[in-house]
């Protein structure tokens, strides 16, 4: 990469993690050099209002307002909402706290005025001054619905009323055949200033890929001249947050950063991967998948973790060759440790 | 009257001065004698909350959780929602505290769900507690129009952003025409078991007329045969809270008690009056519309105020003689004094 190339990232996110890998990117980027592009099967109603959690904690965390301790939400929250809603017999099992109730009413009401949640979105990062562009994957409503033993869930009475408990034996994406994705989201994947495409340390089943699951999406990975890089968000044998271990173990796959290294690699969808150095024994088994793989330290508990991961994988993909037919040949040694 | 006689109380209210007497009725009354009917003219839909001014002034009143500082919204409130929605360059003209906006989510999530208003009311006022029954005027919309010299403007805008400043010239009360009462609103008024119609000290053109405009309110109050009695909101030239002082000299009215009861007595709607002492010297002329007149303390500032008024008030009521034919016949000196 000289100085003048194509410099634009787009990063592919779901929550917590691929938030914190876009803080990261934001900070060692160019201003208006990333975009990163947000899960939205999670989002739902809930008591009239549109809640968008992976857009929110991507937003609330480049805008550095982002609650550290509970990962979701608004820093210095109050609840008087919520313990007033609970004296009127209301529903209180998603927690909303006082700040954060002004997104998703602003939201609600301008997406109720016409406009886009693509737009909305923007005007939200604008207001809070918010340099990356953040793109919701689409306008239109994807739900993810998880399939356990016990029946069919919501995707947010799975993950927030039921904590996780059902066991899991497949998704489905209500609305994805008629969803298309964000105009924004394609035009950035096939923008000739974007130089790398990275897939962050998300849910691989659902935060990214209800993204992937778009019409023209996986085509468009396929397609792209440039490369497109994944960091796995198992390390060690499990998930720093969230239900991707528990969901990998109990669809019988093995909860390894080679599961998720292998669940992208299936569908020819990546250049390259990122592990941490707690798995660096399972390098070369994913080198074997034809994936080169970065390892280095990807957990982000300080901010210097994040900008320091960050630019450690922007430089790894821009590092690697585009295509994927010729990826094994591409592959050098130096490059993949 | 006499033990075992009909003792439930309809009372008419809006807001602050309104919900003070309704809270002294419910004390002094038992539980499910009496029904507040609240003005829904002042209610308007912002940021895609269904905001109902006066029912909540009266529902919070009556729960004893009303904000006795600012008189609207909620005790020991907080402003979180409020300051993140600035963040958000949401409008914020209209202060909508965080407990408050519990009520606004719950209400409109529950009309959404194809409630009536009625309906609604019951169930916010059954989870606090409130033994009295609280009424809206109408499970249809009616939204109060103030005509002012710069033109028109809505309730609220008049009311709450331009601070009542503009000069007022009249009112019109879109939707009126179509708007039924609330069924239980007419069912409550011509039930055997009520004995006294009060006219709270709220403000007789946007509080109290939207209610008497309602189709088949007036007739019925003409036509029943137990006593109707308004208190004045107007004490020694001002009015305790609101604008109706104002709204009075501008529309070239004497601002006084008298000028209230006449703007009544015009439609044969009243059977007696009450009135603070500061305004004795207007008994006369108050008698010789044809109206009874009790002259008492009607400034509520504590409790014991409100139980008094309304025990004075009720008493009152019941020792006029029903019926307005013979109104001027029926009324001897010691009882209007």
């Known amino acids: ?5 194509p410099r634009h990232c787009v990063a592919l996110s779901g929550g917590v993690g691929g938030a914190k890998l876009a803080l990261g990117l934001s ?34 965390t480049l805008a550095g307002i982002s ?8 820093a210095h929250e109050t609840w008087s909402f919520l313990e007033a809603l609970a004296h009127l017999d209301g529903e209180i099992w998603f927690r909303l706290g006082d700040r954060d109730l002004a997104t998703h009413v602003e939201r609600t009401r301008r997406l109720r005025a016409g406009e886009t949640l693509t737009d909305v979105t923007a005007a939200l990062c604008g207001a809070l001054g918010i340099a990356a562009r ?18 069919e869930l919501s995707f947010q009475h799975y993950f927030v009323r039921d904590a996780c408990t059902p066991t899991v034996s497949g998704f489905r994406f209500d609305g994805i055949d008629a969803a298309r994705p964000s105009p924004a989201f394609l035009a950035a994947l096939e923008d000739d200033a974007t130089a790398t495409i990275l897939v962050c340390p998300s849910n691989p089943f659902v935060s990214v890929d209800p993204v992937l699951a778009l019409d023209g999406v996986e085509a468009a990975l396929r397609r792209t001249g440039v490369p497109v890089v994944a960091v796995s968000p198992i390390v060690g044998g499990t998930a720093i947050k969230g239900p991707a271990a528990k969901m990998m173990a109990e669809l019988g796959m093995p909860v390894t950063a080679v599961g998720v290294a292998r669940h992208y690699r299936e569908r020819d ?11 660096a024994g399972q390098t070369t088994e994913i080198e074997d998948l034809g994936l080169p793989t970065l390892v280095t330290g990807t957990v982000m508990e300080t901010l ?12 790894f993909a821009r590092g690697l060759d585009h295509g994927r037919g010729d990826v094994a040949e591409a592959v050098s040694p130096e490059r993949s440790a």
Chains 1, 2 share one sequence.
Request: hydrophobic fraction near 40%; aromatic fraction near 4%; glycine fraction near 8%.
């Open 269 to 279: 969808l990546l250049d390259g991967f990122v592990i941490d150095d707690a798995d």
């Open 67 to 74: 609650n550290r301790v509970t990962g979701w939400g608004q």
């Open 304 to 315: 210097a973790d994040r900008e320091r991961l960050a630019r450690e994988t922007i430089d």
């Open 134 to 151: 953040v793109l919701p994957m689409s306008d239109d409503p994807v739900r993810t619905v998880v399939l356990t033993e016990t029946g």
């Open 1 to 5: 990469m000289t100085e003048g190339s």
């Open 27 to 60: 900070r060692v980027l160019p201003g208006d050099s990333l975009t990163v592009v947000c899960n939205t099967a999670d989002d739902f109603d809930h008591l009239g209002l549109r809640i968008c959690p992976d857009l929110d904690t991507v937003m609330y």
